[in-house]
Each structure stands twice: as structure tokens, then as C-alpha cells.
């Protein structure tokens, strides 16, 4: 469907979490994995199967790309990067999260709640 | 004895050919790098598998456009169906007074206001109208044979093809994209009007009594999983077949007859 860009289906976790993990440098598929538990501190585990659907997705929406293979230990170990679409893509979706939560933020601190700087 | 990666190479097996060539290695290396058990992967591997080759039949937009006609010319025929119960009810009374049946159930009058308000919606785009109709008609699909089930539940064996077929408009109606109305849409009309009004044809509310049920045979487990998964793999094995009959039609060039069709 070509709706405008502020109509689009709000990113998946799976999805937003993956291009996090590529946006810092081009990783591979293990790497991702081990990326994403920590940035959640382990609540998100990516199994083989949800990763490999999420790399074959973005990559035929052309959000990510192959970046170069290697062969460790006699297996093929390919990195993958951000393209320009996928940067876009990310961004917007950080933008849209973080005006809620700066909303939310914002209404919880006028019940008297705050925030500390870094997550528990 | 089958070594860990063995295990991994056969559950990669069920991924379709093209997937497999591409990512099977790196994702053995993936695999082979967490030392967990190969369980803790096994699931998401069954289910990538599946997204995969579902990823493959789903190929294109042509399919949207397919579920459009489905959701279409289903609705008219299941309308067609329900408009015919009302004629035989409607030839019973005229006709066989004796047999003193009421002559409209309220059931029908559902169904065929539900089936009439998924045909408009379809053809006008209003998505939510149409998935709210066929949602209100399966339920009467389902509810209307299963008031008699526990005393002849042949009678949901008859009438199965209509609850799947109902299912099927739910499921189209969800994913279909509007389109012009498809060929052929007026000889479905037609043939939705003659079956509705062959039901004035109907003399008895009985089809075949010839003996008493005094105890009804109930359908077991086995039974009820076959009714289930023989549609679904039957779409399965249609959606993969289309998807090879579409990629040898793609073959032919863009401006010879062929391709017109």
C-alpha cells in the first residue's frame, strides 16, 4: 500500500531491534544476536529462524545490505550494514518513539515520578 | 549417531531451495556458535521455514487482486446458497402446507443480509464492512448445521464445503485489495440467481430419512483434524503450483499475445 510516510505501520520490535544492532557497525548474524540481548539485557533472545527472516526482509526492502563475507573456522560469516533507506527507516522510527516517550516522560514527571539518566 | 550440526543441516531442510542457498551456511555457522541445545532453535526454524516458503506463494501483488475475486465471487455464492434456503422454505409453504414449517428462520435472514453486505463492500472498498460480514456469516455457517449436530452430524459433513468456503471470504477479505470487478463477475451473478431459485423446485424438508438415527456417530479427533487441514493443505499445494504456472507465464515476453491473457 503507498500511503504517506506518517500513515506507516509502526516497526516491530524484531525489526527496530536488528537495525539498532547494524547501525553501529556492520555485523554478523551471530553478532547481531549477542547485540540485541545486551542492548535488552537479556530479555530478547533472537532465535536462528526470527533472525534470518528479519535479514531476508529487510534486505529485499532494501533497508539493509551485505556488507562482506569471511570464512571463520571453515564457515561462511557474512556482515551486514545500514543502506541510506534503512538509516531513514530507523530514524523515523526513533523519532516516533521518542516523542511518546518524551510525552509519557513528561506526564509521569507531573505525577511525581521521575527519572534517573541510565536504565536499571 | 547424528552429531548437533547434522541435526541443524536436516531441520534446515524444510526452508525452500532458494533460502537454503543462500543463507543455509552462514546460518549453520549462527547455529553452531550458541551451545545451547538444538531445541532452543528448532521452533523458529520451523517457523522461518514456514514464513519462507509462505513468503514464496505470496509472491508479487498479484495476490491481493486474487483475494479480491475470491472474497467476490465467494460472497455471491454463499448469498446464492443462503437466498436458496429461503425459496425452499418459501416452496414449502406454498406448496406443502401439511408439513406446517415456519416458513423464515432467523438464522438465514442473517446470513443472507451478512453474504449481501460483504458483495456491496467488496465492490466499494470498505474493508471493515466486508471482514465484519463474513465474520457475521461464518458464524451463522458454523451455528446453523451445529444446532443438529448431536442428532445426525452427517448434516455438518454436508454442508463443511460451506463453512470452509465462508472461512476462505474472511480470510480474503482481510487481504484483498480492490480492484475493477473481475471477468466473468455477470455469468457468477447469473449462476448465483438460478441456484437461489431452484429452491422453489423443493416439495419436502427432508432430503433422505430412509431410517431412524437411535444413536448419532459423533466425529472424532481424527475426523475433525482432516476437515482442517485437508483445505489448508489444499490451498497450499494450488498457492505453490500458481506460483510456478505465474513465474513460466513471466518467462514469455511482455508484448506477444501470450502475455495479454
Known sequence: MSDGPGLEKPMREPTFLVLTALAGEPRHGYAVIEDVAAMTGGRVRLRAGTLYAALDRLRSDGLIEVDREEVVQSRLRRYYRLTATGEQSLTAETTRLSTQAAIASERLRLRGITFGGAPA | MRTKEDRYRLLLELYPADFRREYADEMIGVLMADSGPVRRHAASLLGGAVTARLKQRLDGPQWRRAAFVAELFGAILLCAVALRRFAMATAITLFEPAYNRP????????????????????????????????????????????????????????????????????????????GPRPRGWLLVTAAG??????????????????????????????????????????????????????????????????AAA
Not at chain 2, 162 to 167: K, L, R, Y
Not at chain 2, 209 to 224: D, E, K
Not at chain 2, 235 to 257: H, I, K, M, T, Y
Open chain 2, 103 to 178: 416458513p423464515f428462520d432467523d438464522l438465514n435472514l442473517v446470513r443472507v443480509v451478512a453474504w449481501a453486505l460483504v458483495v456491496v463492500a467488496t465492490l466499494t472498498g470498505l474493508r471493515a464492512l466486508s471482514v465484519a460480514g463474513a465474520l457475521a456469516g461464518l458464524a451463522v455457517e458454523i451455528a446453523a448445521p451445529s444446532r443438529f449436530y448431536a442428532e445426525s452430524p452427517v448434516t455438518l459433513l454436508g454442508v463443511f464445503w460451506i463453512v470452509m468456503s465462508a472461512a476462505v471470504v474472511l480470510i480474503a477479505a482481510t487481504v484483498s485489495a480492490r
Open chain 2, 193 to 258: 440467481v438460478v441456484l437461489a431459485a431452484n429452491g422453489f423446485s423443493a416439495r419436502s424438508p427432508y432430503s433422505t430419512y430412509a431410517f431412524t438415527i437411535t444413536r448419532a456417530i459423533l466425529l472424532g479427533a481424527v475426523q475433525w483434524a482432516a476437515l482442517i487441514l485437508i483445505p489448508a493443505a489444499a490451498f497450499w499445494v494450488a498457492a505453490g503450483l500458481n506460483v510456478r504456472l505465474e513465474r513460466s507465464r513471466q518467462a514469455v515476453p511482455a508484448d506477444s499475445p501470450a
